[in-house]
Nanobody
Framework: QVQLVESGGGSVQAGGSLRLSCAAS????????MGWFRQVTGKERERVAI???????SYADSVKGRFTASRDNAKNTLYLQMNSLKPEDTAMYYC??????????????WGQGTQVTVSS
């Protein structure tokens, strides 16, 4: 059974930093890309960052230069370092995992989410 468990969310003032972690189990972690998404209540889920199996990364324009996604295959853990946080970064953040190498595939597995709240 695949499990993705996020941690590290919380409340922080604008300009602050947080580091999210996503621990994966029951999953061939190193084989597939993984990513971070976020969602504000009443809005669509937004892609934040994707980390490929080769550790390549891509980011949403809104977080480029402020967020850094990475993975530690030895620990089966995905990370999201968030710096220079803004109130508009406030959202529930979800970890996602694919089980396909195809570019058109959508994530197969999702974590339960961790709340990030940034106050001005």
């Amino acid at each position: 059974q695949v499990q993705l468990v996020e941690s590290g969310g919380g409340s922080v003032q604008a300009g602050g930093s947080l580091r999210l972690s996503c621990a994966a189990s029951g999953y061939s972690f190193s084989r597939y890309r993984m990513g971070w998404f976020r969602q504000v209540t009443g809005k669509e889920r937004e892609r934040v960052a994707i980390v490929g199996s080769d550790r390549s990364t891509s980011y949403a324009d809104s977080v480029k230069g402020r967020f850094t996604a990475s993975r530690d295959n030895a620990k089966n853990t995905l990370y999201l370092q968030m710096n220079s946080l803004k109130p508009e970064d406030t959202a529930m953040y979800y970890c996602a995992a694919w089980d396909s190498i195809y570019a058109w595939a959508v994530p197969k597995y999702w974590g339960q989410g961790t709340q990030v709240t940034v106050s001005s």
